[in-house]
């Protein structure tokens, strides 16, 4: 049970409404090292974050450039390190798995749209499975739905078709779902439909900054709304590039 996959598996079960599991988004160790230093108990790496620290736009990150940020992030720290790997670089799944392995990953995170276009859902559920399986309950599954950031087709509820793609994928052995960016309002319904732990992406808000108590409220008030973890996307990474921007032009006397 004190295996850092059991460990973070067990920070999303059991939790009351109000107190969802926060997951800091860390960009490189340093980043990775404050939010350790602060108590977080985990910590979820986000695609983009990494991206923009290694020069990359968002989705251009070569594979063998994450995995390598990904292993000097988990070396950082101590606390369980999940992984967002985008939709999987096109590896095979006992690939894939082996990797986040071997860059010290105890979860990760797959999307199931690739190229702007949502996956066939039985095709994701089979990948999903794969993953989980070639890992052998070593890695954490949180599967992205991407309905509300694709859309779906016409005359289609898109509330129902995400919660359609997360029970399939739930059945094949995704631990979480994580439907990007779905409206507060239809979290209730979401989590009330599907039997794991639901994923939402909070704000860090717009003045204050990360660690506000605008922030902590938001995480509590999507916990009561039925997400059981919280986490950033690259809000955290742009919020410290703002603040570098932000000193840089003191130093020039602007």
């Given amino acids: 049970m004190n295996e850092p996959v059991s460990v973070f598996r067990a920070l999303h079960h059991g939790r009351s409404p109000g107190d969802p599991l926060v997951l800091p988004g860390p960009w490189d160790a340093p980043s990775a090292r404050a939010f350790e230093g602060v108590g977080f108990p985990a910590v979820a790496t986000p695609s983009a974050g990494v991206a923009a620290c290694l020069g990359y736009a968002d989705g251009r990150t070569p594979a063998a450039e994450m995995f390598a940020a990904v292993a000097r992030i988990a070396r950082a720290v101590s606390v369980p390190v999940s992984a967002d790997v985008e939709a999987g670089y096109g590896l095979a799944p006992a690939e894939l798995a082996e990797r986040l392995l071997e860059a010290g990953a105890v979860g990760c995170n797959l999307e199931d749209s690739a190229d702007g276009v949502l996956r066939e859902p039985e095709r994701q559920a089979d990948f999903l499975a794969g993953v989980r399986a070639a890992a052998g309950g070593r890695l954490f599954v949180n599967a992205r739905v991407d309905t509300y950031i694709r859309g779906v087709p016409a005359g289609t509820d898109v509330v129902e078709e995400t919660i359609a793609r ?30 794991v732990p639901l994923n939402a992406l909070g704000s860090l808000g717009s003045a204050d900054g990360p660690g506000s108590p605008e922030s902590r409220s938001d995480a509590g008030r999507l916990g009561e709304l039925g997400a059981a973890r919280i986490t950033f996307g690259p809000q955290m990474q742009r919020w410290a590039a703002r603040a570098v921007h932000g000193l840089a032009g003191r130093l020039r006397g602007h």
Avoid: K, M, Q, S
């Fill in 166 to 195: 997360a029970r399939l994928y739930a059945a094949a052995g995704a631990d979480c779902v994580y439907p990007i960016t779905a409206p507060p309002g239809d979290l209730p319904r979401l989590a009330a439909a599907v039997p």
